[in-house]
């Protein structure tokens, strides 16, 4: 039977639509192929147009061939894969660009916090922002902070509680914003 010329004999029953599948397939394929680029997806919609096909058979009005109704069903979902694809795309890059944005303000946010400790680092008196400095930036212990500088660990501990309150009180304001950014970052 030449499925080419009247290929209306695949609704007949289970082993003409085998028939006409089999011999029509590959074809099918190769056509969704030259709009999708990606064989997975060819053979996908190809294989989900003959299910609907078979499915809908008994109410299915096919006015050409089933070769051209199947030609013309690939183009259209071979197309709106496409489309769907570029809708996709689109949305993942608009989200990246706002978590760009996001990121954008985080560092806008972490670059003035960073300068209001710097500040309020500054502003501590000499002895508390040397102990605090060695402490938090060299990572000095207590005992070598007393040693280096020639006091008593008791000093040390004294000055940097000071230096703490100091900094606390100078950045209130921030506090909140301090710990959101330390969870985050």
Excluded at 21 to 37: E, G, I, M, P, V
Excluded at 77 to 98: C, D, F, I, P, T
Excluded at 115 to 124: E, G, S
Aim: charged residues 25%.
């Amino acid at each position: 039977m030449d499925y080419h010329k009247t290929d209306t004999e695949w609704k007949k029953d289970e082993k003409s639509f085998e028939l006409y599948f089999k011999s029509n397939y590959q074809r099918f394929c190769s056509y969704a192929y030259t709009f999708l680029k990606d064989q997975d997806d060819a053979e996908d919609i190809v294989q989900q147009i003959f299910i609907a096909m078979w499915e809908k058979r008994d109410t299915l009005n096919i006015e050409t061939s089933a070769t051209a109704y199947m030609m013309r069903a690939i183009r259209n979902a071979s197309l709106n894969r496409l489309k769907h694809a570029e809708v996709k795309q689109s949305y993942v890059n608009e989200k990246g660009n706002e978590q760009l944005s996001g990121n954008q303000v985080t560092s806008v946010v972490v670059n003035e916090l960073q300068a209001q400790i710097a500040k309020a680092i500054d502003a501590l008196p000499q002895q508390c922002r040397i102990i605090f400095s060695m402490s938090r930036f060299e990572e000095l212990t207590y005992s070598e902070i007393a040693t280096k500088l020639n006091l008593s660990v008791k000093t040390v501990e004294n000055q940097m509680g000071k230096a703490l309150r100091l900094m606390r009180e100078r950045l209130k304001d921030y506090l909140l914003l301090i710990i959101i950014l330390g969870a985050v970052l």
